[in-house]
């Protein structure tokens, strides 16, 4: 089994509809975050949570919310879906103390229409 | 602003060969450097992780140099295989954990 589980694997939907994400992992780690990567952009930072109570915005949040209802897990929404919203999301844990490396899901593949 | 650069877009390289990519950064101080692959379809997987202090790091036919003069990290892979293709990231790391990723490049190797 995957460590860091994402669903939907895919998504198509229409703009103005809100959408969400859900992100669970069995690595006990406290830190989670969303990325969306497009091509010719690279990975871009959305949100990110140290822990439980601790929300924080990353580079390009604008259009973005999140909810981290455990430890294990870390939603994204999109409130109202616009096209340019279009990408390959990944989630993704690392573990607390410095330098540690990340550990990725298999992205949500969205498009929006 | 924090820039990234990972000099080329793809690489081809015959197989059997050691292939060389290049990481660079400007406006960053960063505290470490990690590799990832990515492979089509899935998410980025964690390689290698150097730190400043650090001038080489090695892991079975990977090896990681960082120079924190030249603002710069290389990446190779010796006597690659036509497996070692995908897209490999750079990702820099301050004190605070907080990391930013460079764009990749993508690795051909031919058989």
């Known amino acids: 089994d995957a460590d860091v589980t994402q669903t939907p694997r895919n998504r198509i939907t229409k703009t103005g509809k809100r959408i969400m994400l859900e992100c669970s992992q069995t690595?006990?780690?406290?830190?989670m975050y969303w990325y969306r990567q497009d091509p010719g952009l690279g990975l871009r930072l959305i949100y990110y949570?140290?822990?439980?109570?601790?929300?924080n915005k990353g580079e390009i949040s604008d259009g973005y919310s999140v909810s981290r209802q455990a430890q294990a897990k870390f939603s994204l929404s999109l409130e109202s879906a616009i096209p340019n919203q279009t990408a390959l999301y990944f989630c993704?844990?690392?573990?607390?103390?410095?330098?540690?490396?990340?550990?990725f899901g298999d992205g949500t593949r969205l498009s929006i229409l | 602003s924090q820039k990234i650069e990972q000099n080329s877009e793809a690489l081809n390289i015959q197989e059997g060969k050691t292939a060389t990519l290049t990481c660079n950064y400007t406006?960053?101080?960063?505290?470490?450097l990690q590799w990832y692959r990515q492979d089509p379809g899935r998410g980025p997987v964690f390689l290698l992780l150097?730190?400043?202090?650090?001038k080489e790091k090695r892991k079975e036919r990977l090896k990681v140099t960082f120079d924190t003069t030249l603002k710069q990290s290389l990446f190779h892979i010796t006597a690659s295989q036509p497996a070692d293709s995908a897209t490999y990231l750079c990702?820099?790391?301050?004190?605070?954990?907080?990391?930013?990723f460079g764009k990749g490049t993508r690795l051909h190797i031919l058989p």
């Open positions: 690595k006990g780690h406290d830190r």
């Open positions: 150097i730190r400043e202090n650090e």
């Open positions: 406006n960053y101080s960063p505290a470490y």
């Open positions: 990702a820099l790391g301050n004190r605070d954990d907080k990391i930013i």
């Open positions: 993704a844990t690392s573990g607390t103390g410095a330098y540690q490396p990340q550990h």
């Open positions: 949570s140290f822990d439980v109570k601790d929300i």
